[in-house]
T-cell receptor
Framework: QQQVKQSPQSLIVQKGGISIINCAYENTAFDYFPWYQQFPGKGPALLIA?????SEKKEGRFTISFNKSAKQFSLHIMDSQPGDSATYFC?????????????FGKGTHLIIQP | DAGVIQSPRHEVTEMGQEVTLRCKPISGHDYLFWYRQTMMRGLELLIYFNNNVPIDDSGMPEDRFSAKMPNASFSTLKIQPSEPRDSAVYFC???????????FGPGTRLTVT
């Protein structure tokens, strides 16, 4: 059972455009939703994270939008740059009672064309 | 801080051999996680520790896999005997109770022939 579904699998965006990646989760116990960026040969790097008590969080060019009723969240990359070309993973976990392991989406391979 | 440190970065071994992967978490972090990444299954949690105690090992594939955390600054993941289907990139991550943010190491790429 895939608890976090991520789409699209791959995405091509022109430089300066907006990249949008979507995720949906099933487990209503999840209360922590991070996004990771991974370059080839490297470990996933934490980009930005959100909790269900807010509907949006922005850090620089990266924004998470969260819809608790629909159990969906998305990553928006504004003014996309070639250096943003990487694989992006959404994830979810429970934090009540302490940290828990992350359940990851399958990833989105993002290419920003110059 | 040096971040999460993993060794070796690459490991090539023959089927049936024992493999030991090592991890040093970020100083002060009280959670340590082991993940595996493959093309087929993506990133999946294997096991995690809190204050050196294993909390959830339900993701460990089978008895051939074992993990230990003898102290706050060191953990091992052992595969004995190894099989070709164990070929993957194994990541270690650590976090603090205060933030829940997990920071990943560079990974160990394991190839079992």
């Amino acid at each position: 059972q895939q608890q976090v579904k991520q789409s699209p699998q791959s995405l091509i965006v022109q430089k300066g455009g907006i990249s949008i990646i979507n995720c949906a989760y099933e487990n209503t116990a999840f209360d922590y939703f991070p996004w990771y960026q991974q370059f080839p040969g490297k470990g996933p790097a934490l980009l930005i994270a959100i909790r269900p008590d807010v509907s949006e969080k922005k850090e620089g060019r990266f924004t998470i939008s969260f819809n608790k009723s629909a159990k969906q969240f998305s990553l928006h990359i504004m003014d996309s740059q070639p250096g943003d070309s990487a694989t992006y993973f959404c994830a979810a976990s429970r934090t009540g009672g302490g940290a828990d392991g992350l359940t990851f989406g399958k990833g989105t391979h993002l290419i920003i064309q110059p | 801080d040096a971040g999460v440190i993993q060794s070796p970065r690459h490991e090539v071994t023959e089927m049936g051999q024992e493999v030991t992967l090592r991890c040093k978490p970020i100083s002060g972090h009280d959670y340590l996680f082991w993940y595996r990444q493959t093309m087929m299954r993506g990133l999946e949690l294997l096991i995690y520790f809190n204050n050196n105690v294993p909390i959830d090992d339900s993701g460990m594939p089978e008895d051939r896999f074992s993990a230990k955390m003898p102290n706050a600054s060191f953990s091992t993941l052992k595969i004995q005997p190894s099989e070709p289907r164990d070929s993957a990139v194994y990541f270690c991550a650590s976090s603090s109770t205060n933030t829940y943010e997990q920071y990943f190491g560079p990974g160990t790429r394991l190839t079992v022939t």
